[in-house]
C-alpha cells in the first residue's frame, strides 16, 4: 500500500509565532504558517501541489527517506492522494487517454480532465478511474499528532 507522507522538518520562523516547514525529501516544498497546526495545514497543502506539479512535469514523485526524531510526516489531503494514485497508474499503465475513457464509458475529454493535476476531482471519479487501472484506494485513520 502507498501512501502520500512525508517527514517534515518545523523551524521557528522569523516572526514571533511563526513555523517554517521544510521537506528534506521534496525540497521544494517549502512554507510557513503562524502557529503549528495552521502550519501543518500548509505543509499539507504545499507537499500535495509540489507533488502534484512533480507528476505534471514527467519527473517521479521522490522516495521518503528521511528519518529523524526531529521530523514530523505530513501526508496530503485524502483527494490529492487519490488524484496522485491516478496519475501514476495512468502513467504506468502504458494506456491512451481514450483507452481509458473506453474502460470506465466516459467521454474523453472527461478523462484529460480527470488526468489534469490542477483540475479538482471528485473522488468516486477517482475512484473509478483507479479501479480501471487495476488499482484499489484504501483509506486508513491514525491518530493526529497532537499540535
Known amino acids: 500500500m502507498k501512501a502520500y507522507a512525508y517527514r ?22 517549502i512554507t510557513q504558517g503562524r502557529g503549528e497546526a495552521y502550519a ?17 512535469r514527467g ?12 521530523l514530523v510526516e505530513i501526508a496530503v489531503a485524502p483527494d490529492v492522494a487519490a488524484k496522485l494514485a491516478v496519475l501514476e497508474a495512468f502513467a504506468a499503465a502504458g494506456i491512451t ?4 475513457a473506453r474502460r470506465i464509458g466516459k467521454d474523453e475529454k472527461e478523462i484529460r480532465r480527470i488526468l489534469d493535476p ?23 485513520v491514525t491518530e493526529a499528532e497532537a499540535a
Open 97 to 100: 487517454k481514450s483507452e481509458l
Open 8 to 29: 517534515a522538518l518545523f523551524e521557528t520562523g522569523g516572526r514571533r509565532g511563526n513555523v517554517v516547514i521544510t521537506f528534506p525529501d521534496v525540497p521544494e516544498a
Open 40 to 56: 501543518r495545514r500548509m505543509a499539507e497543502e504545499a507537499l500535495g501541489l509540489v507533488l502534484l506539479n512533480y507528476l505534471e
Open 59 to 70: 519527473k517521479p514523485l521522490p522516495k521518503p527517506r528521511a528519518k529523524s526524531r526531529k
Open 118 to 140: 490542477r483540475h479538482p476531482t471528485k473522488l468516486p471519479a477517482l475512484v473509478v478511474a483507479l479501479r480501471a487501472l487495476g488499482k484499489r484506494l484504501v483509506v486508513g
